[in-house]
């Protein structure tokens, strides 16, 4: 119909067409590969995931998705990369939490505003985290944790992956929530970390199920509590830190997301919002992700903003008190 009146009238149909162009164009989204810039390395569970959700989301939506990994430099490399990139749904990116949450409050200056320069699409997904002792540990509760630290003010140790991360301000806030010091010693690597804990140098720290999976296989560190709101089915023996005499209403979790430039247009961003949280909430990504730890947690783009608006105000205070800035 549109082609007959453009060979009689070409001028009376050029406005039809304009119109007609952005809902077709959204329709068909996306017409060639997408491409997602990630903060992590191959081969990290975040990116197995992602991987996993590419694949899905090119069979689902009929083009590749591409996974460029871009590690390193606090995931500024990547997220600069991302923001540059033409806002038309092509290139998105995938960041932790911290990046797009506590990363304003301890830089001075971002390379980035995960506000202005970028649109949540969803989270991927949300990682559970264990306070993790030694096997042979004399702590059998978070109670008995605490107990020891009120004792001996900054005295009892713990470790986390490295400043700023979410096993430290985990614990900050842990601490705070109690009324108690403790000393905090992070590390380079979470192999050396555990190890640090499956042999008593500190008493405990947070990790997830993969990162402290190694050492609990090998039976040298046990998962004494876990920090969500209520038990996991694949964890029912481990209690929640409340639980196990820890403060009430203590929960302590990470996310990763896909993001978009500012400027992608909000069909664009609802359309890959559908896709994904398909994806992610199918039965085998399900199955998959237990052995991870991980929990599927997509949400609406409005949600999501929402999330990093909370979670923002959440950390603010605990890292005012610390007085943590990295710049």
């Known amino acids: 119909m549109i082609a007959a009146i453009k060979r009689f009238c070409p001028l009376l149909a050029l406005p039809l067409a304009i119109a007609a162009a952005p809902a077709g164009a959204n329709e068909e989204y996306p017409q060639r590969p997408v491409r997602i810039i990630t903060v992590f390395p191959t081969g990290a569970g975040p990116d197995t995931v992602l991987r996993l959700a590419a694949d899905r989301l090119s069979r689902s939506l009929g083009k590749q998705f591409i996974v460029e990994n871009r590690p390193g430099g606090n995931g500024f490399i990547a997220l600069t990369a991302a923001k540059s990139a033409t806002p038309d749904g092509y290139t998105l990116a995938y960041a932790s939490g911290s990046q797009l949450t506590t990363h304003t409050l301890v830089y001075s200056k971002l390379p980035y505003d995960p506000v202005k320069d970028f649109r949540p699409v969803t989270p991927l997904f949300r990682n559970s985290f264990f306070i993790v002792v030694g096997a042979n540990s004399s702590y059998k509760t978070v109670g008995d944790i605490l107990a020891a630290a009120k004792a001996a003010p900054g005295k009892l140790a713990y470790a986390s992956e490295f400043v700023g991360s979410p096993g430290h301000l985990g614990s900050l806030m842990l601490a705070a929530a109690a009324g108690v010091q403790m000393s905090h010693v992070p590390f380079r690597e979470t ?10 140098e500190v008493a405990w720290a947070f990790g997830s199920a993969a990162t402290a999976g190694p050492a609990l296989q090998a039976g040298r560190v046990r998962l004494m509590a876990i920090g969500t709101p209520a038990r996991l089915p694949a964890y029912p ?44 909430l199918d039965a085998d990504m399900r199955q998959r992700l237990i052995v991870f730890g991980y929990e599927p947690w997509p949400m609406s783009p409005a949600d999501t903003g929402r999330l990093i608006e909370s979670d923002t105000a959440r950390y603010a205070k605990i890292i005012r008190d610390a007085n943590l800035k990295f710049d």
Request: glycine share 8%.
């Open 237 to 280: 023996d481990v209690p929640t830190v409340p639980q196990s005499g820890g403060p009430a209403g203590y929960t302590l979790d990470a996310w990763t997301a896909v993001i978009a430039p500012a400027a992608v247009p909000a069909p664009v961003i609802g359309r890959l919002n559908k896709a994904i949280s398909e994806v992610m």
């Open 191 to 200: 192999l050396q970390l555990f190890n640090a804990v499956a042999n008593n």
